[in-house]
């Protein structure tokens, strides 16, 4: 790891200024992601940026829902009372991620940039066309246990690993962002790029724009809402699969419903068709059986991760199962 200069910020404005006037400058929030990178030799800044003593820590509440600041910690966030009454898929996406001692540091801003990756990223004996764009992607013939079974490209097959974007993508959140031109809101759904032949681009931001809030409507899909995590171990690992859903449930029959998946994907993945499955019909065993099997409908697993196909299958109908009973 090289030397680099360290700044701590006075403002958000000055912040963003700082970064977008270096291209080797990157913003530092709680340290848990970009610590790893530079660790690890997969980054490089000339200059870190502290940006986590700026005030962005704030819950806010209001009629048309909830605001979060970008600094704001993970378990702080999941243990609001508000947001485990009125947003129970986030508390629950919240506390699913990493250790305890890991969301007590992370930000809700730093755990939605986290990189899409895979083993062959971090170990620079492979080739990977995210280090080095046209070099191969080895999972693709090698170990893809824990990779994408939706919506992957030739140039890379790796998964996002927040669960807290997936529980936003079912809450229909948007993204607010700073730059040096000024601010500007991102739908959570267009904050990830689909995949594409470079797999270095992983959100919609431009360099020096910083993630200052995540804005999150209110309402009773909201507040009807779970999320499943379903991984190897029981503590501290990333999803092989998770779900988020929220539901609103009108005189017995579904009204509206947002069904995202996480692990699946390079990207939170909405399955559009899964929700199609349940409107206008009862929550219940066979609107819930189709919701499950439309939701892996695209699935083009590679050879090692088919098992991933099943399990996205049956976390669907657990978590709308759940929600019913909740009823």
Known sequence: MRPFGYVRAESPE??????????????????????????????????????????????EVSDGGL????????????????????????A??????????????????????????????????????????????????????????????????????SDLAVALLALDARVEVLGVHGRREVAIEDFYPHAGDDPRRETALRHGELVVGIGVPSGPRA?????????????????LVSVAAAVEVVEGVVRSARIALGGVAHRPWRVRAAEDALLGRPLADGSVA????AAVRDADPLPGNRYKVAIARGAVRRVLEEIGERG
């Open 14 to 59: 000055a912040a963003a200024a700082l970064v977008a006037g270096d291209l080797s400058a990157a913003f530092v929030g709680g340290g848990t992601e970009i610590l790893n990178w530079l660790k690890d030799g997969l980054a490089d800044p000339a200059l870190l940026v502290d940006v986590g003593r700026l005030g962005l820590d704030a819950v």
């Open 67 to 90: 605001r979060l600041g970008s600094g704001a910690r993970m378990s702080d966030v999941a243990r609001d009372r508000h947001v485990r009454a009125e947003f129970p898929v986030l």
């Open 92 to 161: 629950r996406a919240l506390e699913a991620g990493a250790s305890p001692q890991l969301r007590n540091m992370a930000t809700l801003g730093g755990n939605l940039l986290q990189r899409t990756r895979c083993a062959y990223f971090r170990e620079p004996s492979f080739p990977c066309n995210k280090r080095v764009p046209g070099t191969g992607c080895p999972a693709r013939d090698g170990d893809h246990a824990m990779h994408a079974i939706l919506g992957a490209s030739d140039a890379c097959v790796a998964v996002h690993p």
């Open 223 to 239: 507040r009807t809402s779970g999320y499943l995590k379903v991984r190897e171990r029981g503590s501290f690992a990333f999803a």
């Open 290 to 293: 189709d919701a499950a099997e």
